[in-house]
């Protein structure tokens, strides 16, 4: 027996087969990438129907390469990327592209709502707090920006919804996808009726929650893939949710650390008492909660790096000159908002910035500075996840960024004074979806991946970067406004 996994995410999608002890087929996998449409006023959306067609042909090599394997595809699980917002019309198509949780245009919303809404109460409820990044915000931007657009939607969903509605003629969302758009209530698993009388919605605008699998695809998809017309779709999962089981941390006793595109640390635990703020609350399914804090910077400051500072486009070239700088050597303090800031601050309108450039100053050494700023961030999320994990936990890396980088990864444990273990080769996001869709099978977990040899902050770096940090937060004061604790 055999699962397709499908990571869906805001550069790429990956299409991977995995066996039923979650183990990947090397040959059965495909990777399709694209770019989202940035705009000057801090828009950054992606076409849904190019997005669908990108997914379409992730699924249609890996069908190829898993040969006559193929039949014995059991279900398809999903990972996609959370905080993303389409709305459709009264027949299913889109009335306007996908906005990503990068877009920060709904940022003025966001404060009004916080002047409206008592903004702890509906993070205690919701485990979201009142930003640019959710439901609420978007939506209120949206009825002002584009009225015409809100009043013909008859549903507003993510990606992750659109797709399974259109490979599956069904539409629902899974617990764990409303758990990341700022409008589920935690208590009672539905949707927050104060917060859909503050969006002018009412709940037949959204999708249905719950986690239960198509037994089947809708044409013209059954045509395209016959192998898998019978195969169980999923409901689309949240990529973090999904990177956490694949990275073995599903429980208190591991905090994932994830860097891609953006950057996280998040646990698994069950239903918590209280959630520190700055953090996030979102679900791996019914039982299963997810606590933890994203940054809107990861690998995509090292991108924006080699598109506008010239630096070499090779990972090992652009290491070498990251290894180059010694720490904080280069007399920067950086702020790294290129996309507003999220976590612990939740200043979508807070923007980027690099202090003490001089003439001598070098691409490199703000390259160094900028990765040492996401670093310090992480570390700020790390100081309020700490408490709630287990006694001698351990911090398991993944994601690009950090698999690519050594230097990056001992940046990260100087920042955040811990070992850090890193899985080697491992998509954690796709292999989560696959974990979660054999647990659906009835299949026992299998026995975690071994993690890399750790890597252990060095005493004296990890003294630097705390002075640094501290002037990272004064920058922040002065800068962005005073930080709330």
């Known amino acids: 027996m055999l699962v397709m996994a499908l990571d869906v995410g805001s550069s790429s999608t990956r299409a991977q087969c995995f066996d039923d002890r979650a183990r990947p087929l090397p040959e059965a996998s495909a990777r399709v990438t694209y770019d989202a449409t940035t705009t000057a006023d801090g828009g950054v959306e992606l076409d849904p129907e190019a997005l669908l067609e990108a997914v379409a042909r992730a699924v249609d090599d890996c069908v190829e390469r898993c040969g006559p394997r193929a039949p014995d595809i059991r279900a398809v ?69 584009r009225p015409a657009v809100f009043a013909r939607a ?15 003629g069904g539409l629902q969302v899974s617990i764990s996808m409303a758990s990341g ?27 249905p929650i719950g986690d239960e699998p198509a037994a089947a695809l809708a044409a013209p998809f059954t045509a395209r893939w ?27 006793e591991r905090i994932a650390l994830n860097v891609g595109t953006s950057a996280a640390l998040h646990l698994v635990t069950p239903a918590p008492r209280e959630v520190p703020w700055g953090l996030w609350h979102y679900r791996v399914d019914a039982r299963r909660h997810l606590i933890g804090g994203a940054t809107s910077e990861g690998g995509n400051v090292l991108a924006w790096a080699r598109r506008t500072l010239a630096l070499p486009g090779e990972d090992a070239a652009l290491d070498t000159a990251l290894a180059a700088v010694a720490p904080d050597s280069h007399g920067l303090t950086a ?20 202090t003490g450039i001089s003439l001598a100053t070098t691409a490199p050494q703000i390259l160094r500075a900028l990765v040492e700023a996401v670093a310090y961030r992480l570390a700020a999320v790390y100081d309020r996840l700490r408490p709630l994990a287990a006694p001698g936990h351990a911090v398991i890396a993944s994601g690009g960024a950090l698999g690519h980088s050594r230097v990056w990864t ?27 869709a054999l647990g659906a099978l009835g299949r026992p977990a299998p026995p975690p991946e071994p993690s890399g ?6 005493p004296r770096r990890r003294d630097i970067y705390a002075a640094a940090r501290a002037r990272q937060g004064r920058l922040y004061d002065s800068v962005v406004g005073p930080r709330v604790s």
């Open 77 to 145: 699980g999903l990972s996609a990327f959370w905080h993303s917002l389409l709305a459709l019309d009264a027949g299913g198509a889109p009335l306007t592209p996908v906005f990503t949780w990068a877009d920060t245009r709904s940022a003025a919303a966001a404060a009004e709502l916080r002047r409206r809404l008592d903004a702890r109460a509906v993070h205690e409820r919701t485990g979201a707090p009142l930003h640019a990044t959710f439901f609420p915000a978007r939506l209120g931007w949206l009825r002002q920006a």
């Open 154 to 168: 008859a549903t507003w969903c993510g990606f992750g919804e659109y797709l399974t509605r259109r490979l599956t």
């Open 181 to 207: 758009t700022g409008l589920m209530d935690q208590t009672t698993g539905g949707w927050d009726r104060e917060l859909l009388a503050a969006c002018d919605i009412g709940p037949e605008r959204l999708p």
């Open 335 to 354: 702020l790294p908002f290129l996309a507003g800031e999220r976590s612990p601050g939740w200043r979508g309108d807070a923007r980027a910035a690099v």
């Open 226 to 252: 016959p192998a898998l017309a019978r195969a169980r779709w999923h409901p689309a999962w949240g990529d973090g949710a999904c990177s956490n089981l694949g990275s073995d941390c599903s429980g208190p």
């Open 410 to 436: 001992e940046i990260m444990a100087d920042a955040l004074g811990v070992p850090i273990g890193v899985l080697p080769g491992i998509e954690a996001s796709s292999r989560g979806a696959a974990l979660l």
């Open 453 to 458: 040899t750790p890597v252990h902050p060095d």
